[in-house]
T-cell receptor, first 111, second 113 residues
Framework: GDSVTQMEGPVTLSEEAFLTINCTYT??????LFWYVQYPGEGLQLLLK?????DKGSNKGFEATYRKETTSFHLEKGSVQVSDSAVYFC??????????FGRGTSLIVHP | DVKVTQSSRYLVKRTGEKVFLECVQD?????MFWYRQDPGLGLRLIYF???????EKGDIPEGYSVSREKKERFSLILESASTNQTSMYLC????????????FGEGSWLTVV
């Protein structure tokens, strides 16, 4: 079945540092790929998505590129802020109605 | 703007009580979901519905049931609450077709004492 593996956290960075959160997936066919973010005490919200190979999703300075050859969708940001502290979930949606989520990676950004 | 509304943000219930968690979406989505979120375990799917009166078990349905009498409303029921059901519960919805964004409510924190 489908699966998503993302790096375990917490990831702890200083403000303005470069961020990478790794995500790899296993799926049949051509799934859509997503990053969701969950701020403290809230539900998840869509951060960015990509629907086909080589697509780049971007939002709020975050980027991720759909790499079919490496089955990856790594999240990056050039300069993180304290307000980016949250839990980030990688997810895919393929042939099933039910999306598959990774376990989440907690990001802590210090001033 | 897309909206998934969970009726209660914080609840405290006693062991053995029947608990209802309500969720309403205003986007005319066919699919609705109930997840449970616990530290270190990520999101775990409890139940899923793809149409009115239709439901399917997710990964952890034991101790839970659901009701979908109207398209916009999906209720999670704990028949007899237990302390191990203390958790954050997230409702979500999405359009019928796979590959679509899923939209979440803000979550309901349930404590069973």
């Amino acid at each position: 079945g489908d699966s998503v593996t993302q790096m375990e956290g917490p990831v702890t960075l200083s403000e303005e540092a470069f961020l990478t959160i790794n995500c790899t997936y296993t799926a049949t066919g051509y799934p859509s790929l997503f990053w969701y973010v969950q701020y403290p005490g809230e539900g998840l919200q869509l951060l960015l998505k990509a629907t086909k190979a080589d697509d780049k999703g971007s939002n709020k300075g975050f980027e991720a590129t759909y790499r079919k050859e490496t089955t990856s969708f790594h999240l990056e940001k050039g300069s993180v802020q304290v307000s980016d502290s949250a839990v980030y979930f990688c997810a895919l949606s393929g042939g099933s109605y039910i999306p598959t989520f990774g376990r989440g990676t907690s990001l802590i950004v210090h001033p | 703007d897309v909206k998934v509304t969970q009726s209660s943000r914080y609840l405290v219930k006693r062991t053995g009580e029947k608990v209802f968690l309500e969720c309403v979406q205003d986007m005319d989505h066919e699919n609705m979901f109930w997840y449970r979120q616990d530290p270190g375990l990520g999101l775990r799917l409890i139940y899923f519905s793809y149409d009115v009166k239709m439901k399917e078990k997710g990964d952890i349905p034991e101790g839970y049931s659901v009701s979908r009498e109207k398209k916009e409303r999906f209720s999670l029921i704990l028949e007899s609450a237990s302390t191990n059901q203390t958790s954050m519960y997230l409702c979500a919805s999405s359009p019928l077709n796979s590959g679509n964004t899923i939209y979440f409510g803000e979550g309901s924190w349930l404590t069973v004492v």
